[in-house]
Nanobody
Framework: QVQLVESGGGLVQAGGSLRLSCAAS????????MGWFRQAPGKEREFVAL????????NYADSVKGRFTVSRDNVRNTVALQMNSLKPDDTAIYFC??????????????WGQGTQVTVSS
């Protein structure tokens, strides 16, 4: 079992940067692939970025590729999402998730409560 708590959201102007962090409890953090997803008002939740359990493999949605970077620290049990060149379309609630299976479309087992990111134009 793992519990996830996101932080770092806020209000930023277009072109600015934010760094989201997700802290995980439990001794098995290193066994999980970690993902970031987001949900904008009136839209379905969508994939943003994934990082493998070792940190050696990553995957990004086309909409954030080149602007966002996902990383993890398996000693501190944290995963981060560095977001640069933010756009108003990036406004959403951002969720951290953990899963034993590497998947974009499938079900993810553990979710955080989310953190709001708002990008003003």
């Amino acid at each position: 079992q793992v519990q996830l708590v996101e932080s770092g959201g806020g209000l930023v102007q277009a072109g600015g940067s934010l760094r989201l962090s997700c802290a995980a409890s439990g001794r098995t953090f290193g066994n999980y692939h970690m993902g970031w997803f987001r949900q904008a008002p009136g839209k379905e939740r969508e994939f943003v970025a994934l990082i493998s359990w070792s940190g050696g493999r990553t995957n990004y949605a086309d909409s954030v590729k080149g602007r966002f970077t996902v990383s993890r620290d398996n000693v501190r049990n944290t995963v981060a999402l560095q977001m640069n060149s933010l756009k108003p379309d990036d406004t959403a609630i951002y969720f951290c998730a953990a899963n034993n299976v590497w998947t974009i479309q499938g079900q993810w087992r553990h979710w955080g409560q989310g953190t709001q990111v708002t990008v003003s134009s």
